[in-house]
């Protein structure tokens, strides 16, 4: 008889049983490999007959409500600037525009004021401490409606070693996407700021600095670097390479890792506005309520450590939001969530929040978002109802930029 012991008889007898073999931290690699080949078929395969995202096109009316006008002013203009794009007639009365056509339009006919000569752009950090609160949607929505409903030059910043903005920019992680495309060159010192990294994307307008798993190797080269150079300003590491960008970028969108670490400390000092995307739950807001401590504990650490070299510190925001995100009609708890939201952050709220939709889920799914929807691919009041939170929301923040821009002194 042998000395094995055997489970007792009962549920557990029932489960699926365990292999024989016990499992190597080297199957990882194969599981890697594995998912990494799945991906690249499901993206192929989802947009076939297309290898890559192709952008939506746009008809007149949808240009219309873009810029605030009817449509009979919007045809006069066309009409009568010939510097205006014309679009595409496919019938004999309609017209389509290219994505690059219809940003060229919202410049030219839309209400938003261009950023002034000698204003540089801003730089706004999607953060969360939690995940599932809808972050990289919410990045990658704003880069979108920023460069499409007002017309601005958008650079994403990718700071998530998941890389799902990098997905949404129709990049793989690994495939297409290598260290060298990221961040580290220049957190490592190879590169004096960050040009090397921006890559253009399907979107017009947008570009992003891409992101892959060994973005997360910074979390642990910071600390060492640190450790060697006591004058090293570990957290002002990204604006360094940031800075440069600013007079090309109209705005710099970053989405950060949802944790508290060292490349979100340097993402929240490198921005001058703040969004942090909180569904009305009550494990998220209490981890809002910690998020905000822990950051207060860090930039103390920071004022202390400046003070201590005889520097002085000071850190302000042009704008802090907080939205109201994933909201869920049917959650009990969501009226009294929101309401705690309401009490503790006041005016910091959006007076827009983004409704939980199945249609987000399914266009992520395919890796991409309810801008990438032509008008014939979904339910049109789905897609309305997303897309009206995301305009409204890049509005309120376009509204604070420019109120920014035109209050500030030019920078030397």
């Not at 942090?276 to 860090?298: G, H, I, R």
């Amino acid at each position: 008889m042998d000395n094995m012991q055997r489970i007792p008889p009962g549920p557990a007898s029932l489960l699926r049983p365990v292999p024989a073999a016990r499992v190597s931290y080297r199957e990882f690699a194969r599981l890697r490999d594995a998912a990494q080949l799945v991906l690249e078929a499901a993206r192929k395969r989802m947009q076939e007959p297309h290898p890559r995202k192709r952008p939506p096109t746009f008809t007149t009316s949808e240009i219309a409500a873009m810029v605030n006008k009817n449509l009979r002013k919007i045809n006069y203009e066309l009409n009568a600037n010939e510097a205006l794009p014309k679009g595409e007639l496919v019938t004999a009365a309609r017209r389509v525009f290219t994505l690059k056509e219809a940003r060229a339009l919202v410049r030219a006919l839309g209400e938003s004021p261009p950023r002034p000569a000698g204003r540089r752009g801003k730089i706004i950090a999607v953060t969360n401490f939690k995940g599932g609160s809808s972050k990289t949607t919410t990045a990658f929505h704003l880069a979108q409606a920023l460069s499409l409903r007002h017309g601005r030059k958008v650079l994403l910043v990718d700071l998530d070693s998941q890389a799902s903005a990098t997905v949404l920019c129709d990049l793989l992680p690994e495939k297409e996407v290598r260290a060298e495309h990221t961040v580290l060159p220049f957190l490592d010192g190879e590169a004096p700021d960050l040009r090397y990294a921006v890559q253009e994307t399907y979107w017009d307008g947008l570009s992003v600095i891409p992101a892959t798993f060994e973005v997360y190797s910074a979390e642990v080269n910071i600390p060492i670097e640190t450790a060697r150079d006591a004058s090293l300003d570990f957290w002002s590491l990204l604006y360094a390479g940031l800075e440069p960008l600013l007079e090309e970028f109209d705005v710099i969108v970053i989405d950060c890792p949802p944790s508290l670490s060292y490349l979100t400390l340097n993402a929240v000092y490198a921005a001058d506005g703040l969004v942090l995307p909180t569904p009305p739950e009550s494990l998220d807001f209490a981890s809002s309520a910690m998020y905000w401590q822990l950051l207060v504990d860090l930039f103390d650490v920071v004022e202390a450590r400046c003070r201590n070299n005889g520097v002085a510190f000071a850190k302000e925001y042009d704008f802090i939001n907080v939205l109201i995100s994933k909201v869920n009609p049917r959650s009990p708890a969501a009226p009294v969530v929101r309401q705690w939201i309401l009490d503790a952050y006041r005016a910091y709220v959006l007076p827009i929040e983004v409704p939980l939709s199945d249609m987000t889920s399914a266009k992520a799914s395919e890796f991409g978002s309810v801008y990438d929807l032509s008008r014939d691919d979904a339910d049109p009041r789905s897609v309305a109802r997303i897309r009206d939170a995301a305009n409204a929301i890049a509005r309120e923040i376009d509204n604070q930029m420019v109120q920014r821009w035109y209050q500030t002194e030019p920078a030397a």
